[in-house]
């Protein structure tokens, strides 16, 4: 695991635990890197309820409430999945936000429509769902690193500016915290 993102962690930890609120993730390219990188620190168990590592598609549907429609349509690496994954995920594991990932982390698998390296990562709660997709393949374990940090990042950003708005938490603040140039 990287650094950051058990920096980053830890921040989300720390932003959780204050406010009483819940996390959860629905993984399908990474895996469950993102549910391990937040049970990385002591005490997440006060505030991340679970991940579903949802590979397939059936899975997808089954757990996470993505619609057979939403797939046909757009497949399943596609924004659309990405955020009806975050409200599966919300609903299935009660929690107050979540994350999800989908996408083609590589060798194989990609198209000329969705390329690897094509990742489509979701977070948000109930309210609001954002996005962010992913287009550089730098091979297999790269991708799913930086999808993976990238994630906890985003979800970061989004935790800080809903639960501590009057908090400051950009890169310069974690770099000098850790002594670590982001």
Excluded at 2 to 25: N, V, W
Excluded at 42 to 64: D, R
Excluded at 112 to 121: D, H, S
Aim: proline share 2%; net charge negative.
């Amino acid at each position: 695991m990287e650094f950051e993102s058990k920096i980053l962690s830890r921040q989300i930890g720390d932003l959780l635990y204050a406010s009483g609120f819940s996390l959860g993730t629905a993984e399908s390219c990474t895996g469950g890197r993102i549910s391990e990188t937040i049970i990385a620190i002591p005490g997440a168990s006060n505030y991340f309820k679970g991940g579903i590592v949802s590979y397939s598609e059936e899975t997808k549907m089954n757990l996470l409430g993505v619609k057979a429609e939403t797939l046909q349509e757009h497949t399943a690496v596609s924004e659309q999945v990405a955020r009806e994954m975050v409200s599966g995920a919300i609903r299935a594991l009660n929690v107050d936000y979540a994350i999800s990932v989908t996408g083609t982390a590589g060798p194989g698998g990609g198209t000329a429509e969705i390329p690897v390296g094509t990742i489509w990562i979701g977070y948000g709660d109930k309210n609001e769902i954002r996005t962010m997709k992913l287009t550089e393949d730098f091979g297999r374990d790269i991708n799913l690193a930086i999808a993976t940090n990238k994630a906890i990042r985003l979800m970061l950003d989004f935790l800080t500016e809903k639960l501590a708005p009057e908090t400051n938490n950009d890169e310069t603040d974690v770099a000098e915290m850790t002594g670590v140039k982001l």
